[in-house]
């Protein structure tokens, strides 16, 4: 069984890396377990936040990117306790989760601009209707006839009608309307990585409950022993061969172990409901994990061999490539807002004093118009459009080198956290045999209870140890399927291991 230390360390991995056998031993003071007592819940908060974030920074960090924590809540809860697995956690997330709800709204109005844009390339016609009845007063106008009224009407006025504009020639609108377009792509490459977030935050979500349940698990055994000790201590003080120290030493043991169960628990009652959260689980519902991911060795792909796919595969590189290619239309729309368009427009529609009693009439017009003087607009537009395409250009750039970094990191974390993983078990296993040992001399009378309390607390390290290299080997797998961009599609071929 697998069990778990509920000390906090300063930082997980590099506390790991030490591991190389048997955790060395509590302080030899007969009160070294009194002063355990005050900071264990605490030690154990300590080291789940310190477990929750492994790996190589691939996980939504910005403020915008909280949303991926969030979710729409579709479902009501029912009375039965649900068996939730991975893939089951997974399509709820794509389907609910926040972050990728809000991705698609973008795209959508994404696509709304670029029709707007698309307009102004193409014809608008109106049509309209209208009866108007007048009397016109020719004295008012300074029209005056001898003989002649000067107050004509009333008479009336029907109009149907029929208007078309285009533009001919427009540079500008053209360039502005290819941004619109590279901006929807770019808006369907975001929402497309956005699953391959939603599937890493999901993942490590459901990864930190099971390694919850597992520290779970891991107290009670430590439970169990420490209540075996706690049993031969006070056998012994009764029968006179061993001093009221080990009862009360073995007393705060099994204290401590209790506190910790209440402390895990709430623990993965808390996480529960994050993982809840993120896939739009309603948070009354009660669930179960379904799923164990044990240890599954991944075979490492060459880092550069990597990095070559994740530049064809990671979605939000193609989406700042596009965004690219609209900041570079918007510069040159910029430029162009200084040269002459030129435009038609025309209508044609039945007039007269009735539909019976009306004729036919249109205009036609064609127009060519420039700017003649409007230097500084005309600049700063174009400061403005450069300083934006030179901006998303050093993004790109720089993203480029990011996910580099994203791949070798996750392949190296991977590596690291599968030797840990062996070293660790081993050290499961020799502090395992150094407490049954400890236990059968203090129950032989060769030795006080302290080598027990000491060899427990060196059980527990090794297993929480344990527990932490099998949680970051699998995230480090699953931080790998998102650097490479394959997140979404193949995060089971990689949890699973090949």
Do not use: W
């Amino acid at each position: 069984m697998v069990k778990v230390n509920k000390r906090a360390f300063p930082n997980a991995l590099a506390l790991l890396l030490a591991v190389a056998g048997v955790p060395a031993v509590a302080q030899s003071s007969g009160g070294s377990s009194t002063t355990d007592s005050s900071s264990n819940i605490q030690s154990v908060t300590a080291v789940q936040q310190q477990l929750s974030q492994p790996g190589p920074s691939v996980t939504p960090s910005s403020a915008a990117d909280s949303s991926f924590r969030g979710s729409i809540v579709r479902d009501k809860a029912t009375g039965d306790v649900l068996q939730l697995t991975l893939d089951d956690a997974m399509q709820r997330g794509l389907r609910n989760n926040l972050g990728l709800v809000l991705q698609t709204s973008n795209e959508k109005s994404a696509n709304g601009q670029r029709l707007q844009q698309l307009q102004e390339l193409l014809p608008t016609v109106k049509g309209s209707a209208s009866i108007e009845v007048q009397q016109i007063n020719l004295a008012a106008y300074g029209l005056k006839f001898p003989g002649l009224n000067p107050i004509i009407g009333p008479f009336q006025v029907v109009d149907f009608r029929a208007y078309l504009t285009q533009k001919l020639v427009d540079l500008q609108s053209l360039e502005n309307y290819i941004s619109s377009r590279h901006n929807f792509e770019a808006a369907k490459l975001s929402a497309q990585d956005a699953r391959d977030l939603v599937v890493l935050t999901v993942g490590n979500a459901y990864l930190l409950c099971i390694a919850d349940a597992a520290r779970i698990e891991a107290v009670k055994a430590d439970m169990a022993t420490s209540k075996v000790s706690l049993d031969q201590a006070t056998a012994a003080h009764e029968a006179g061969t061993s001093p009221r120290l080990d009862v009360l030493r073995a007393q705060v043991d099994y204290q401590n172990e209790d506190q910790n169960l209440i402390a895990t628990t709430n623990q993965l009652a808390k996480d529960k409901l994050a993982l809840a959260r993120a896939i739009g689980l309603p948070l009354e519902q009660k669930y179960e994990l379904a799923n164990t991911e044990p240890f599954a060795a991944l075979d490492t792909p060459d880092p550069e061999t990597a990095f070559q796919a994740a530049l064809k595969q990671r979605k939000d590189l193609a989406a700042m490539a596009e965004q690219l290619k609209a900041a570079q239309a918007s510069k040159k729309a910029a430029f162009d807002s200084q040269l002459p368009t030129a435009s038609f427009s025309g209508d044609y529609g039945d007039m007269g004093t009735t539909p019976g009693h009306s004729h036919g009439t249109f205009t036609a017009t064609g127009q060519v118009s420039a700017p003649i003087l409007q230097i500084a607009k005309t600049r700063g537009q174009e400061e403005v459009a450069g300083a934006q395409f030179d901006q998303t250009q050093a993004k790109l750039s720089d993203q480029v080198q990011q996910v580099n970094a994203d791949v070798r990191d996750a392949i190296l974390d991977i590596q690291s956290s599968a030797k840990l993983v062996e070293a660790t078990k081993s050290n499961v296993d020799l502090a395992h045999e150094a407490l049954s040992e400890a236990q059968q001399r203090f129950k032989a009378g060769v030795e006080d209870s302290l080598p027990v309390s000491q060899a427990l607390s060196a059980d527990e390290q090794a297993n929480d140890q344990y527990i932490s290299a099998l949680y970051q080997h699998n995230v480090a797998k699953l931080s790998l399927a998102r650097a490479l961009g394959v997140a979404s599609t193949n995060y089971k071929d990689y949890l699973g291991g090949k």
